[in-house]
Every structure is written in structure tokens, then in C-alpha cells.
């Protein structure tokens, strides 16, 4: 009936939803994601840093034959095996 008034609306209505981007924020800290700010195990986990250092888990496991041949893959039933007995 009043297209309009429809349009305006909704362009208002978009407008106003957009304004929430100029704060958006993008978090990637685990700590700060998932332990309240406040909490015991924040109090614990500000100890444990500022008594022993940062701790972080990194892994890294680096693979290599022996025989080099150009078209061999490290991917075989073989070496998957293995890597299920170290784990």
C-alpha cells in the first residue's frame, strides 16, 4: 500500500544494523574467548604466567624418507602405521 514508507524503513532499519560493524571485533585469544575475566581460573592462569612464563602447547612433527625418489609420497599404509604407534 505505501511502498515508500516500506523501503525507507527497511533502508533505516539496515542502516541502523550496519552501525554494530564499526565496532566489530574479531577475538582470537583462547583465553579471552573462553575464561570469564574474574574467574578462578583466570586468577590461576595470570599465577601461573607471571610465576613460570607463557605456556603454549605447540607440537610440531616433521617427516622425511630416506630414499628420495622424485614421485614417492611419504603417505603410505606403512608410515601411517607408524605415526599411530608414536601417538
Not at 560493524?21 to 579471552?32: E, H, I
Not at 574474574?38 to 613460570?52: C, I, L, N, V, Y
Request: proline share 3%; glycine share 4%.
Amino acid at each position: 500500500k505505501f511502498p515508500g514508507i516500506t523501503l525507507l524503513l527497511t533502508f533505516l532499519f539496515v542502516l541502523v544494523a550496519l552501525v554494530g560493524l564499526f565496532r566489530f571485533q574479531v577475538q582470537t585469544d583462547p583465553l579471552k574467548l573462553w575464561v570469564p575475566n574474574g574467574s578462578t581460573a583466570h586468577h590461576q592462569k595470570e599465577f601461573f604466567d607471571e610465576t613460570f612464563g607463557k605456556f603454549y602447547r605447540i607440537e610440531q612433527l616433521i617427516l622425511s624418507k630416506e630414499d628420495s625418489a622424485a614421485n614417492s609420497s611419504i603417505v603410505t599404509d606403512e608410515n601411517i602405521r607408524l605415526m599411530f604407534d608414536m601417538q
